[in-house]
C-alpha cells in the first residue's frame, strides 16, 4: 500500500499503490470505486454469510441432540471474524483523519520523511512522505505479532516463496532432510518496510528458511525498533546497507535460494540501481544453481506497480520482465485480484549447462504452487488465510521485448499424472476471472485517478548507474 502525491496546476491529489485505500480516504471517485468495483466481493460476503446463517439455524433444530454440530459453525464464524479484524480490510475502515503520528524523522537517503502513524489501538502505518510502505500489527505492550501478515501483495510473496519450498520436498522426504547438513534455503530481502514480511517469515518458517534482510536506510529501522518492538531490537536478522553493494561484497555467488524484492523510495519508484539489468544479473550470479540435483530453481521475487494495458506503470512491469528472463531466467507472474494495482513477478534461474529438456517452470502448475502453498503453510501453522488463493492465478511470461517494453502471459500446462495419458493441456492466451492475464482492470482508470508508474528507459541503466544513484 503506498501513496505518492501528484502535483497538478489547480490542486493536489493522491495516487495510491493499493486502491482500496481511495475507498477509505475519501479520495475522488472513491464512492463510484466502490460501487462498481466491490459489488461481486459483497454479493459473495452476503452469499457466504447467508450460507453460515442456513447452517446456524439448520444445526439449531437438531439441538439438543447434536450439540457439536451445532456450535462447530458459530465457533468457526467467531473465529473468522476475530481474524478479518487483523486483515488489511479491518485496517482500512479507518479514515486517514484519525492516524497519530507516534514517529517522525527526516531521512538522509531518498525515503523523505519516515513516519509512523497510529490507527485504532493496533495498526501501526510506515510512510516515507505520503507514501504508505508499510503495515504492522502490534498488540500487548506495543510489539508487533508476527502472525499477522496484513498486505494482500505481501501475502503472495509469502505463499509463492513457501510453495517453492515444499515442491522440493515430499511428506516422505521431511525426516530424511533433517538429517542433511544444509537443510534450510538461504533467502535474502531487499527492502525491510514495516518488517511484518521477514517477522512473518521467521516466526513461522524459521525452520524451513535462513533469512536475513538488507534495509539501507537506518532511520525506517529506528522507526520500526521504536513503534513495533517497544524500542528493543527487532528480532529477525536485518543488516544497514545498499542492496547492491552488500550482494557484491558479502553473498558468495550460488550461495541463496531466494531473493525476495519489495523496495521503494520516497516518491514510490523502485530506485534505478535495483532494477537495472547489471543488478539482475548480479542477483543471478549470487542465485545457487541446482543443476546437480532434483531442486526446483533458485528463485528471484519481486513486487511491481501495476497498471492498465498500455500505462507507463504496465510497460514498467513489461520491462522487468523482460530484464528478468535474460539475466536470470523463465518468468512467471501473480495477479492480486482484489487489489489489482500490485503485480508479483518471479524468475527462475535458469540452467545454462545443458539443453533444457522442458520448461524450468514445469512444476508451477497453478494446482501445484496452490497446493504446495496450503501444505507448506500447514506445516507452518500460519493458517489465517489460504495461501493457495494467493498464488492460483499464476501465469507464465513469454515473448518478452525490453525495447518494444511487451511481453505475453500464458496459462501453465496442467501437470500431467497419468503416463498413459496421450493428450496435454495447450497453452491458451492466460485469463483468469474474466481477466486477460495480470493486467489492471480499466474500471481503476475510469474511476479512479491512478498511479502513472515511473517511466524505464529500456537500453540506459547499465551505462554509467552510480550517477543514476
Not at 141 to 167: N, Q, S, W
Not at 312 to 331: D, M, N, Q, W, Y
Not at 435 to 445: D, L
Request: proline share 4%; aromatic share 8%.
Amino acid at each position: 500500500l503506498k501513496r505518492r502525491p501528484v502535483t497538478t496546476t489547480t490542486t493536489t491529489t493522491m495516487r495510491s499503490k493499493v486502491f482500496a485505500s481511495l475507498a477509505k480516504r475519501g479520495e475522488k471517485g472513491a464512492l463510484l470505486f466502490a460501487r462498481t468495483w466491490k459489488r461481486q466481493n459483497v454479493r459473495r460476503s452476503a452469499m457466504a454469510s447467508k450460507r453460515r446463517s442456513k447452517t446456524v439455524v439448520k444445526n439449531a433444530m437438531n439441538f439438543p441432540q447434536n450439540v457439536s454440530n451445532f456450535f462447530t459453525p458459530l465457533l468457526a464464524f467467531t473465529k473468522a471474524n476475530e481474524l478479518e479484524k487483523r486483515s488489511e480490510s479491518a485496517y482500512l475502515e479507518y479514515p486517514d483523519s484519525e492516524g497519530k503520528i507516534l514517529f517522525s524523522k527526516p531521512s538522509e537517503k531518498a525515503n523523505g520523511l519516515v513516519t509512523i502513524s497510529q490507527f485504532g489501538p493496533n495498526w501501526r502505518s510506515l510512510r516515507f512522505n505520503d507514501v504508505e510502505q508499510g503495515l504492522a500489527y502490534v498488540v500487548d505492550e506495543e510489539i508487533m505479532d508476527g502472525k499477522v501478515l496484513a498486505y494482500e501483495y505481501l501475502r503472495a510473496m509469502a505463499a509463492a516463496t513457501a510453495a517453492k519450498r515444499r515442491l522440493d520436498f515430499s511428506d516422505e522426504e521431511e525426516e530424511d532432510r533433517k538429517e542433511v547438513n544444509e537443510t534450510k534455503d538461504k533467502m535474502l530481502m531487499i527492502g525491510m518496510g514495516s518488517g511484518a514480511l521477514p517477522f512473518f517469515m521467521e516466526t513461522h518458517f524459521s525452520d524451513e528458511f535462513e533469512m536475513e534482510t538488507v534495509e539501507h536506510d537506518p532511520v525506517v529501522i529506528e522507526a520500526i525498533e521504536r513503534t513495533c518492538f517497544n524500542g528493543n531490537a527487532i528480532p529477525f536478522r536485518c543488516v544497514v546497507d545498499d542492496a547492491r553493494e552488500y550482494l557484491e561484497t558479502k553473498v558468495m555467488n550460488g550461495s541463496l535460494d531466494i531473493i525476495s524484492m519489495d523496495a521503494f523510495d520516497g516518491g514510490g519508484n523502485v530506485p534505478e540501481h535495483l532494477i537495472s539489468r547489471a543488478f539482475f544479473r548480479l542477483c543471478g550470479e549470487k542465485l545457487k544453481n541446482n543443476n546437480n540435483n532434483q531442486r526446483s530453481p533458485s528463485m528471484f521475487i519481486m513486487n511491481c506497480f501495476n497498471g492498465v494495458r498500455g500505462s507507463t506503470a504496465r510497460a514498467f512491469v513489461h520491462v522487468v520482465c523482460a530484464r528478468l528472463e535474460k539475466s536470470i531466467g523463465p518468468v512467471m507472474t501473480i495477479p492480486i485480484h482484489d487489489q489489482p494495482c500490485n503485480v508479483i513477478v518471479v524468475a527462475l534461474l535458469k540452467k545454462e549447462e545443458r539443453e533444457e529438456e522442458e520448461d524450468i517452470r514445469a512444476q508451477y502448475s497453478r494446482d501445484a504452487i496452490a497446493r504446495s502453498a496450503r501444505e507448506a503453510f500447514k506445516l507452518g501453522n500460519a493458517e489465517e488465510w489460504d495461501a493457495g488463493k494467493r498464488v492460483e492465478g499464476l501465469f507464465w511470461v513469454v515473448d518478452c521485448d525490453e525495447k518494444e517494453k511487451t511481453m505475453r502471459e500464458i496459462e501453465p500446462p496442467l501437470l500431467n499424472t497419468n503416463t498413459n495419458t496421450k493428450k496435454k493441456k495447450k497453452n491458451v492466451e492466460g485469463k483468469y476471472r474474466g481477466r486477460n492475464g495480470t493486467y489492471m482492470p480499466k474500471e481503476f482508470a475510469e474511476n479512479i485517478e491512478v498511479y502513472e508508474g515511473q517511466t524505464t528507459d529500456a537500453h540506459s541503466y547499465d551505462d554509467n548507474i552510480e550517477k543514476r544513484r
